[in-house]
């Protein structure tokens, strides 16, 4: 499956964006997929996930009550919507597919997924 992620930008702390991540390629519908960031100097860390069917999430605690993932798989698109944005949360932000379709447990290791997209840069001002 191939990815675009899209919907960075330059924001001031407490402002809101929200990230996009098409898919295209096998049936997108059927993984997992997660968001995660990497900021300069740092290593890339989980920031959300969510199942095959919506039904389920997954959140890096520093980001639960601020952001929120949902899918939309009539049109093969997750999104990342992000509110009461930080300077801490500036960084690279990268969308991916699980590695197995259908699971039920939603995952947060970045070796679970694969397909990663090219990334969306997000900057947080103060």
């Known amino acids: 499956v191939q990815l675009q992620a899209s919907g960075g930008g330059l924001v001031q702390a407490g402002g809101s964006l929200r990230l996009s991540c098409a898919a295209s390629?096998?049936?997108?519908?059927?993984?997992?997929m997660g968001w995660f960031r990497q900021a300069p100097g740092k290593e890339r860390e989980f920031v959300a996930a969510?199942?095959?069917?919506?039904?389920?999430?997954n959140y890096a605690d520093i980001v639960k009550g601020r952001f929120t993932i949902s899918r939309d798989n009539a049109k093969n698109t997750v999104y990342l919507q992000m509110n009461s944005l930080k300077p801490e949360d500036t960084a690279v932000y990268y969308c991916?597919?699980?590695?197995?379709?259908?699971?039920?447990?939603?995952?947060?290791?970045?070796?679970?997924?694969?397909?990663w997209g090219q990334g969306t840069l997000v900057t947080v001002s103060s």
């Open positions: 969510i199942s095959w069917s919506g039904g389920n999430t």
């Open positions: 390629g096998r049936t997108s519908s059927a993984y997992a």
């Open positions: 991916a597919a699980d590695r197995y379709p259908w699971r039920v447990v939603v995952p947060k290791e970045a070796g679970a997924f694969e397909s």
